[in-house]
Structures are given as structure tokens and as C-alpha cells.
């Protein structure tokens, strides 16, 4: 596999939507658990791995990723809620569907614009190390959501 950040990124995304269109077809509440596993993977390693150092080799990119962050953020919230509900409770599918429209809303935005900007301005092989740091990064990553305690998210990805 390869471990160009971009495209471990972007087979995580294609899994993401692949689940999501599950749901949205099908509406069955077993989709939720591989949802939410694979969301929290792909939020940690993107958190951890590829924002602080796209910072570093491409400050242009700093007002994206201050959005992207605040997007993991509310992601976390709403996911670790999600994680906690019963799917027979009353709130159970208007908070998976909202969960499901950030989330898409967030990968359209890197897929469409902010990747291939990464992609032009950091070198193949600067992506390939960040890509093997998430490849670390994925093995020791939680499973599930869990509710964030830092309310400026920010600071937990520029420490
Ligand atoms: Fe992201």
C-alpha cells in the first residue's frame, strides 16, 4: 500500500462515503459502528499526523486546517454522542444523518481544494514520511469516539 499521505487519506475518505451511503440507503443502525471506527481512525491520524506538519512545510495552509480542526471537533462531539445512544432512541437517526452531512461537507472540501494544494506546494517526499507516520499513527489510534475535553482543539494539534 502506498504511504503518500494524500492517498491514505483519500482511501479513507472513499471508506467514509462508502459507509455513509450505506446508511443513507438502507438506514440500518448496524452501519453506525464501522462508521464511527473508521471515522475516529482517519480524524486521529489526519489530526496527528498530517495537519501539524503540513503547518510546518506550508503555512499557507494554516487557515484551512484551523477550519478542518474545528470540523474534527464537532465530529468528536456528535460522534461520541452517537456512540452513546441506543439506535431506538428518538434522536438516534437525526444526529447520525447531521454527523454524516459534516463529515461529507469536510472531505468534499480537501478533496476538491485543499489536497490537490498540499499536493502542489509539499514534495513527494516530505508526503511519503507523513504517510508513514500515520501508517504508525493508525496502529495505536482509538477505536471510537470519545467527547473532546479541549475547547480550542487548536491548541492540541499545535502543541
Ligand atoms: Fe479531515
Not at 499521505?5 to 446508511?23: D, F, N, P, Q, W
Not at 474534527?72 to 439506535?87: F, Q, S, T
Not at 507516520?133 to 467527547?147: D, F, G, I, K, S
Request: glycine fraction near 6%.
Amino acid at each position: 500500500m502506498s504511504t503518500d499521505a494524500i492517498v491514505m487519506l483519500r482511501e479513507g475518505h472513499k471508506e467514509i462515503r462508502r459507509l455513509i451511503r450505506s446508511y443513507r440507503v438502507e438506514r440500518n443502525p448496524e452501519v453506525i459502528g464501522p462508521f464511527l471506527r473508521a471515522l475516529t481512525v482517519y480524524t486521529y491520524i489526519e489530526r496527528e499526523g498530517m495537519y501539524p506538519r503540513v503547518c510546518v512545510l506550508f503555512p499557507d495552509a494554516e487557515p484551512d486546517v484551523l477550519g478542518f480542526v474545528e470540523e474534527h471537533h464537532i465530529a468528536d462531539v456528535l460522534g461520541a454522542e452517537l456512540y452513546d445512544m441506543r439506535p431506538g432512541e428518538v434522536a438516534f437517526d437525526a444526529k447520525a444523518r447531521l454527523l454524516m452531512d459534516i463529515v461529507e461537507r469536510h472531505m468534499d472540501a480537501e478533496d476538491r481544494s485543499w489536497f490537490p494544494r498540499v499536493r502542489a506546494a509539499v514534495g513527494r517526499k516530505e508526503l511519503r514520511e507523513i504517510g508513514a507516520w500515520m501508517t504508525t499513527l493508525a496502529e495505536r489510534a482509538p477505536q471510537h469516539p470519545h467527547r473532546p475535553s479541549a475547547q480550542t482543539p487548536w491548541d492540541a494539534v499545535a502543541a
